[in-house]
């Protein structure tokens, strides 16, 4: 057992796009479980979009980071100590802060089953990503069969997960996404009905009009801005449209920044529902949701796609990556 180890610190608050003078790596100490605690070995590390709204001291449904502190998020790790209820060898999910060991109390820990999927699809697929695609889309969105599911970020963490859900309902799905190659992803290998590549696109109305012809039922908002203007300009009557997340302003300086169309008309006129949620909203029914989840993949009805970045020191830039498109499905770390 190693005496030191790195610790991944908050050095700055980020203005704009974070770079990674605003991380800072510290050597510090192994700690030893107290009563009641743990001690675990980090194996992998989840980086999401919504740790950038984490990075700012401003008042939002999570605490922000503290700066000079290390940064935490979901994390896959080994007990490498006996507890009361955990045993060397176990393999559990927390969130645990961003370094190689962690003492931890064990309620705070979840023994994880890696006979249902594999140990790291419990931070994608079968936690909170999983659980935010399926309670945004189900409980919000609800698809019916036939209808039209437009799908921006669609081939991120959530988003692919949100298309394959609303195809098992039998929706017709359109996924938004920014290259070719995930375009291909979500034609050929999520079997989605039409995929549009904003990046590329020579007018982004017109392609979703095009892939859209009767219209958008429900409308599973990743990414807000341009492409979200768009997408209410065809939304039929009693639309529904889950606000997931807006992280094509996560990285505004100002909130003039992030200034566009209003929709107040758009929601009015189609008599639409818009409402933003958080995953932590449904947690006194997420056994339900997993189990469903836990079905759906073993019949192979869900695909769990993962970019697997290595190395704990790269977890910065797989953290920035996720600002540049760069990761298909969801992104982790194998430390």
Not at 2 to 9: G, H
Not at 42 to 51: A, F, R
Not at 120 to 138: D, H, N, P, S
Not at 207 to 233: E, K, R, T
């Amino acid at each position: 057992m190693p005496e030191t180890q790195q610790q991944i610190q908050l050095a700055r608050r980020p203005e704009g796009v974070p770079v990674h003078d605003d991380f800072r790596f510290e050597t510090i100490s192994v700690p030893e479980p107290k009563d009641g605690e743990v001690l675990v070995k980090t194996l992998y590390v989840s980086v999401d979009p919504y740790m950038r709204g984490r990075m700012q001291d401003t008042k939002s449904y999570v605490e922000p980071f503290a700066l000079n502190e290390a940064l935490t998020g979901g994390v896959i790790a080994e007990v490498i100590s006996d507890g009361a209820k955990l045993k060397k060898g176990d393999v559990v999910i927390g969130t645990l802060a961003w370094q190689e060991y962690s003492a931890v109390s064990e309620s705070a820990l979840r023994k994880v089953d890696t006979g249902i999927a594999s140990a790291q699809a419990y931070l994608g697929i079968l936690g909170l990503t999983g659980l935010t695609a399926y309670f945004g889309l189900l409980d919000i969105g609800r698809p019916k069969k036939g209808e039209t599911v437009v799908v921006s970020g669609a081939a991120g963490a959530v988003g692919s997960a949100v298309g394959q859900i609303a195809k098992i309902k039998g929706a017709k799905v359109v996924g938004i996404a920014g290259s070719d190659e995930k375009i291909s992803y979500l034609k050929n290998e999520l079997q989605f009905d039409e995929a549009i590549n904003y990046k590329t696109a020579d007018d982004i109305q017109k392609a979703l009009a095009h892939a859209c012809p009767d219209g958008v039922d429900v409308y599973f908002d990743n990414v807000g801005g341009p492409i979200s203007d768009a997408v209410m300009n065809l939304l039929n009557d009693f639309a529904r449209i889950p606000v997931c997340g807006a992280i094509s302003s996560y990285n505004a300086k100002s909130e003039a920044e992030d200034m566009g169309p209003r929709v107040q008309s758009k929601l009015i006129k189609s008599k639409a529902l818009m409402q933003g949620f958080i995953a932590s909203d449904y947690s006194d029914r997420f056994s339900e949701g997993a189990k469903q989840l836990a079905e759906w993949l073993k019949d192979g009805k869900l695909h769990d796609e993962e970019t697997v970045t290595e190395g704990f020191s790269n977890i910065p830039d797989a953290f920035l990556g996720l600002f540049k498109g760069e990761n298909k499905g969801k992104q982790l770390i194998k430390v």
